[in-house]
């Protein structure tokens, strides 16, 4: 009996480890195992822009809700707004030998417990970035990208020597919207790397704190101004994203903490008495 109760508990673990699916291509480095949990947690007070819609019908339809309302948002680009809640890499780490991308045309993204790309239920937009440069963006990945594992075009010539390939992804199944954040290193070109393999599936992993953005509250807009751009066509049936222009790079976002409302400076001068 005891036997059977861990068993259980073993395969729950690896269930929930490994339930959201991964990096596998350029292959994401997880420091303590694979491990897929969401990085933050984000809600409709992340900006004005969301705020009083309805989030809590199905999936489809809250993506559809995003899709409409993020252009009226203080950000330009998907990135842009999942940084100010999750700004590292999460469970991933850039400590790893840099992938070889200089024959890839497409990154992989997987769920090996479900065997599918992205999850049935998790909808929503998603992201490619080559350092700045976002090189690859969806308003519905589930939707557009049904494969398993779900292959994507990416053009990786933005990469020149050794670069940070980061991909975002936003599921709006619930009010409550789940931050998946990975990173790998990269290298296009000449210099040490290894192959683009998938990590090594594990059955536990370190815990890793959740960030949770509670209430409406910090981040700065973009540096530059990103226009809209066209995805990489699809390989699935489905629609891919709506925007349509070339990719554009954008400086950094910084912020000091983890939620995302723009807040107001007051940048105060103080008048400096001289006395003889």
């Given at each position: 009996m005891k036997f059977a109760v861990a068993t259980t508990a073993i395969a729950l673990l690896a269930h929930s480890v490994d339930a959201?699916?991964?990096?596998?291509?350029?292959?994401?480095?997880?420091?303590?195992?694979?491990?897929?949990?969401?990085?933050?947690?984000?809600?409709?007070?992340?900006?004005?822009?969301?705020?009083?819609?309805k989030w809590n019908d199905n999936p489809e339809a809250n993506t559809a809700m995003f899709t409409k309302s993020f252009p009226n948002s203080q950000f330009k680009t998907l990135?842009?707004?999942?940084?100010?809640?999750?700004?590292?890499?999460?469970?991933?780490?850039?400590?790893?030998?840099?992938?070889?991308?200089s024959s890839l045309s497409s990154m992989k993204w997987q769920n090996d417990q479900e065997q599918m790309g992205f999850i049935d239920s998790h909808h929503g937009p998603c992201e490619a970035w080559i350092?700045?440069?976002?090189?690859?963006?969806?308003?519905?990945?589930?939707?557009?990208?049904?494969?398993?594992p779900a292959e994507i075009p990416i053009d990786y010539s933005a990469c020149s020597g050794d670069c940070t390939f980061t991909f975002y992804w936003l599921a709006l199944h619930e009010p409550n919207w789940q931050v998946y954040k990975q990173c790998a290193p990269i290298v296009n070109g000449s210099g040490g790397a290894s192959t683009a393999q998938s990590p090594v599936a594990t059955t536990a992993a370190s815990a890793v704190t959740q960030n949770v953005?509670?209430?409406?509250?910090?981040?700065?807009?973009?540096?530059s101004t990103a226009s809209e751009y066209t995805s990489p066509p699809a390989t699935t049936t489905a629609a891919t994203s709506a925007y349509?222009?070339?990719?554009?790079?954008?400086?950094?976002?910084?912020?000091?903490?983890?939620?995302?409302?723009?807040?107001?400076?007051?940048?105060m001068t103080a008048n400096l008495r001289s006395e003889n």
């Open positions: 959201h699916g991964y990096l596998t291509q350029p292959a994401a480095y997880f420091p303590y195992g694979i491990n897929t949990k969401y990085n933050a947690i984000m809600t409709e007070s992340c900006d004005p822009a969301f705020a009083g819609l990135r842009a707004m999942m940084d100010t809640a999750a700004s590292d890499c999460g469970n991933t780490a850039l400590t790893g030998s840099p992938v070889d991308v350092d700045d440069t976002r090189v690859f963006h969806s308003d519905d990945c589930r939707a557009a990208y049904t494969s398993y953005v509670a209430t409406v509250a910090p981040a700065q807009t973009d540096a349509t222009t070339t990719p554009s790079t954008e400086s950094p976002v910084t912020t000091t903490t983890s939620n995302c409302k723009a807040r107001r400076r007051r940048r």
